[in-house]
């Protein structure tokens, strides 16, 4: 069972980056699924979620609009598209079940840094 999270890198202000998440071990097409993000000196708190066939997502109000999350069930990857990255956007992100009870183990994570 495992999450491994790539993609993440040092972007300026107004930049792009998109995030993948491979998911190997379990039924991926089974779980709603989240990206979560964690600064330093914070909790961790989800940034978008979105259902098993992925005809539906939510997002944190402070990514709306800027954030598209997606999924290829067939790939068994989830993906974060973050556009207009701000600084305040930078953290470590991570992908995970959307429900706290059927979490998988967490990941590494992919670090993401916006430049000002």
């Known amino acids: 069972v495992q999450l491994v999270e790539s993609g993440g890198g040092l972007v300026q202000h107004g930049g792009s980056l998109r995030l993948s998440c491979a998911a190997s071990?379990?039924?991926?097409?089974?779980?709603?699924m989240s990206w979560y993000r964690q600064a330093a000196g914070k909790e961790r708190g989800m940034v978008a979620t979105?259902?098993?066939?992925?005809?539906?997502?939510n997002y944190a109000s402070s990514v709306k609009g800027r954030f598209t999350i997606s999924r290829d069930n067939a790939k068994n990857t989830v993906y974060l598209q973050m556009n207009s990255l701000r600084p305040e956007d930078t953290a470590v992100y991570y992908c995970?079940?959307?429900?706290?009870?059927?979490?998988?183990?967490w990941g590494q994570g992919t670090q993401v840094t916006v430049s000002s």
């Open positions: 979105i259902n098993s066939n992925g005809s539906n997502t």
């Open positions: 995970n079940s959307a429900a706290p009870r059927f979490w998988i183990s």
């Open positions: 071990g379990f039924t991926f097409s089974s779980y709603r």
